[in-house]
Structure formats: structure tokens, C-alpha cells
């Protein structure tokens, strides 16, 4: 059900995005039961956040075992297994980045890829710091010591969720500029 509600979410997002299609949608049902779904940048988008969350549980997960206080092989383990689970998915993540990027129409992808250079900055920040994130991370599976990169790691792991905030606020300032002249 939850994967059911994040699509829906997704297509709700999407259709905020573009007001042109409101008046078509309702009245072609004014009930308001409208999927938008022949927007290109839902699949990706959909993907995009559902590897996001489970990136985060991951990294839940090595808070846990990092603050637990349970026995030391315990503690590795469950520190161990988080990595994993916020690896994976990070590193796939790159990929469905791209793919999600790629999607976007070509006046708004260009203002990411050069065309406005606060955009680009700011999304290359948040690529390259969930990238340093995930290498620390690597860095401690399996260690000893791993105190000082958990830290660090996870550091970055929130500078790449403030980056992509503001991206994500930018893509939306882009999508409605010709509705809300505010960029």
C-alpha cells in the first residue's frame, strides 16, 4: 500500500508541476480521481524517491548500531548491514539520477547542465557530497574503528539532502516560471 501512495504522490507532484493540464484533467472527471501518468519524469521521479527512502533507512539503521549499546559483535553487524542498505541503494540512485535528469524537458534540463550556473553548482554539490558519503561509508564496513567516518559520512549524507531540497525547489521554480515570474 505504501508503494501504491507514494505513486500517487508522485503523480501529484508532477501535475503541480504543470497547472496547462489542470483544466483538461477536471473536466474530464470532477471528481478529482485523475492519475497523471503520461508525464515522462514520473517513472524516474517514482524510482528516484523510493531508493531515497530506503537510502535513509539504511542510514537509520547505522545510527542505530552505532548508538547502540549492545554487545560490540552485535553493534558491527547491525552497523555493517545499514551500510549495505544505504549503499546499494545510493549508488543506484546515481543512475536513476540521470536517468530522472534526462527526463526533464530540454529548457529545464539545460538550466541544470550549464544553462543557469546556480542550479548546476547546487546540484553538483549534492551529487559529489552523497558520493564522498557513500566512499566513507565504504571506508568503515568491516573496520574497527569507525567512529570518525560514521560521523562524517553521515555529515554529508545531510549536506546532500539539503543540496537536493534546494535543487528540488529550483526544478520547481523552473517547471513554473512562466506561471509565478519569481526566479
Known sequence: IFLVVMFIYTSNITLMLNPHKW?????????G?????????????????????IAISGLFIVLYGFFTRKDE????????????????PTC???LVGLWFLLSLPK???MSFLGGKTINTDILASGVLSGIISVIL????RNKEKQKGK??????FLFLTIIFMVITRHNLRMEYLYGYFNTI
Request: hydrophobic content about 55%; proline content about 3%.
Open 107 to 109: 529548457p529545464i534540463l
Open 92 to 94: 543506484v540512485q546515481l
Open 150 to 155: 560514521i560521523i562524517v559520512g553521515t555529515i
Open 137 to 140: 561509508f565504504l571506508l568503515v
Open 23 to 31: 483544466t483538461n484533467m477536471y473536466f474530464n472527471n470532477t471528481y
Open 73 to 88: 559483535s552485535y553493534r558491527k553487524w547491525v552497523i555493517n548491514f545499514g551500510i549495505l542498505w544505504f549503499v546499494i
Open 33 to 53: 480521481l485523475n492519475l497523471y501518468v503520461r508525464d515522462t519524469t514520473i517513472i524516474p521521479k517514482y524510482f528516484h524517491f523510493l531508493l531515497s527512502s
